[in-house]
């Protein structure tokens, strides 16, 4: 079977920082560059960043540049988002999905990627 599986959330104050996991099973992830999104409740579904099958090339949503980092361990095939200096308009559900084909200025577009993850909660309080 096809799937990602997140983990990393949780709950987390104002300045605090949380790392993500994006683990691909029943597949090479490497074969696939990568996107992190998320959703907040009542609002659409948005990229947040994304990584190519090389993971030599990232881009990032301008709200979170500067402060996410995204990388990936093909040996483990898995693709993490280190999430630093976190504020709570972060606050949201995060999913990763793959894409068999990079193009930079559509990496972070939701339509490009399929086989969904289920998504962790990530929540910025204090």
């Known amino acids: 079977q096809l799937q990602f599986v997140e983990s990393g959330g949780g709950l987390v104050q104002p300045g605090g920082s949380l790392r993500l996991s994006c683990v691909a099973s029943g597949f090479r992830s490497d074969y696939y560059a990568i996107g992190w999104f998320r959703q907040a409740p009542g609002k659409e579904r948005e990229g947040v960043s994304c990584?190519?099958?090389?993971?030599?090339?990232?881009n990032y949503a301008d709200p979170v540049k500067g402060r996410f980092t995204i990388s990936r361990d093909s040996a483990k095939n898995t693709v993490y988002l280190q999430m630093d200096s976190l504020k709570p308009e972060d606050t949201a559900v995060y999913y990763c999905a793959r894409t068999p084909r990079w193009v930079f200025r559509l990496c972070l577009a939701v339509d490009e990627y399929d086989s969904w993850g289920q998504g962790t909660q990530v929540t910025v309080s204090s």
């Open positions: 990584i190519s099958q090389s993971g030599g090339i990232t």
